[in-house]
């Protein structure tokens, strides 16, 4: 018996090159094998490299629909009718790159105006560029009219080349909703962002104009504390038409970076009243959808903290011009370390844009003139530093930089 489990556990070398094969037939073992292992590395790689395949999903999505099938208010029924979704980008593998990251939801507007679809690129282009890469998913719905094309959507499609591991993008079409409050200025997107509580399921998002410029990641300011307000902004100097409308308010905020409470707005019913008010004619909005968010949800309107948002300020003359203006006061000292060190820049004070290659920001220019050492260059620059990594720089080069 001894002899047997001896001869049994008896420790032998069962390799490849043990047996008895020719040179040539281990030679060529070796080489099969070496390719084998680098196609399985190559096959690997399409599920975690950056630029690994994108799926798209036409006209669907599941929370979309599941939203319309419970939604039982008729103008809440009348409205969702309308909004579809375009697409729903995402890369491979999705639920493994959300896991263990905090996801946050932005969202812009815009028509299909040429120009600005590249100035939204962007801008978005800059939120995920800043972004904590280990910690943090974006979602971005964008909210596009019904002339928005297959060419438009391409244009966001690139973003996953550098991107796919922290990025799903949602484009919905918002239908006619907004028409009668489209003027040369303004389009009618500019109030998509009051519908976004109905469909977006999130109780929270951030709205950015495609005119910013993001610098950190926006986690900390996805997360700040409501303190039961409907809506946090910074503070812009002209309250647009509130004062006529009865609301002597002493905050009014700008609506290009804001931090959107949807679940409080759900749940006191404020969407329907956004809209009806956006959708009649019978009240005026100077400032459209920012007058309005003022109106609407007063008197439970915050400030976001200057280090999220501000201005593109050149100097401390326009920092106390600007205080000086103000309705309530901020602290100059959290300002100036706001403007040293931004997480957004709402780049609104040059023109003309920051984004016109033709731009030559020099004293004899109006608002530079007004303004003593004038920041219009270096915006210029930081922002075409942004559109020089996209894919489409060269068409960029050739708009007429026109917004509307």
């Given at each position: 018996m001894k002899k047997i489990f001896q001869k049994i556990f008896k420790k032998k070398k069962h390799s490849i090159f043990s047996l008895k094969f020719s040179k040539n037939f281990k030679i060529s073992f070796i080489v099969i094998l070496f390719f084998f292992i680098v196609f399985v590395e190559i096959y690997l790689s399409k599920f975690d490299s950056l630029d690994q395949e994108i799926i798209i999903e036409s006209n669907s999505l599941k929370n979309l629909d599941e939203i319309k099938m419970k939604t039982t208010n008729p103008t809440e029924q009348k409205i969702l009718q309308e909004i579809n979704v375009i697409k729903h980008i995402y890369a491979k593998r999705i639920e493994a790159y959300k896991k263990g990251k905090s996801i946050i939801h932005i969202t812009e507007s815009l028509d299909n105006n040429h120009d600005y679809k590249f100035i939204t690129l962007v801008s978005l282009f800059s939120v995920l560029l800043n972004c904590n890469k280990t910690k943090t998913f974006v979602i971005f719905h964008i909210l596009v009219t019904p002339d928005f094309n297959e060419s438009s959507v391409t244009i966001f499609k690139s973003l996953f080349k550098k991107f796919s591991h922290n990025l799903e993008l949602i484009i919905y079409n918002m239908g006619n909703h907004f028409l009668n409050r489209k003027t040369e200025r303004y389009p009618q997107a500019a109030f998509y962002r009051v519908l976004t509580p109905l469909f977006i399921?999130?109780?929270?998002?951030?709205?950015l104009d495609g005119e910013t410029m993001t610098f950190s990641d926006l986690n900390e300011m996805f997360t700040l504390d409501f303190n039961d307000n409907y809506i946090l902004g910074f503070y812009d100097v002209i309250a647009h038409g509130v004062d006529n409308l009865g609301i002597k308010s002493s905050i009014y905020i700008n609506s290009g970076v804001i931090l959107l409470n949807l679940k409080k707005i759900r749940e006191d019913n404020k969407t329907i009243e956004l809209f009806n008010v956006a959708n009649s004619n019978n009240t005026k909005l100077p400032n459209v959808d920012q007058t309005l968010l003022n109106y609407i949800l007063y008197p439970k309107i915050g400030r976001l903290p200057c280090k999220f948002g501000t201005w593109n300020f050149a100097d401390r003359d326009d920092i106390e011009l600007y205080l000086s203006k103000l309705r309530t006061k901020v602290p100059i000292e959290e300002l100036e370390e706001g403007i040293k060190n931004p997480g957004i820049v709402h780049s609104c004070l040059c023109y003309p844009k920051i984004?016109?290659?033709?731009?030559?920001?020099t004293k004899g220019l109006s608002n530079c003139d007004k303004r003593h050492d004038c920041s219009c260059k270096k915006y210029f620059d930081l922002w075409h530093s942004f559109a020089n990594q996209t894919d489409y720089y060269?068409?960029?080069?050739?708009?007429?930089?026109?917004?509307?």
């Open positions: 399921d999130s109780d929270r998002i951030i709205h984004w016109s290659n033709k731009t030559k920001y060269e068409e960029i080069l050739n708009f007429t930089g026109t917004m509307n």
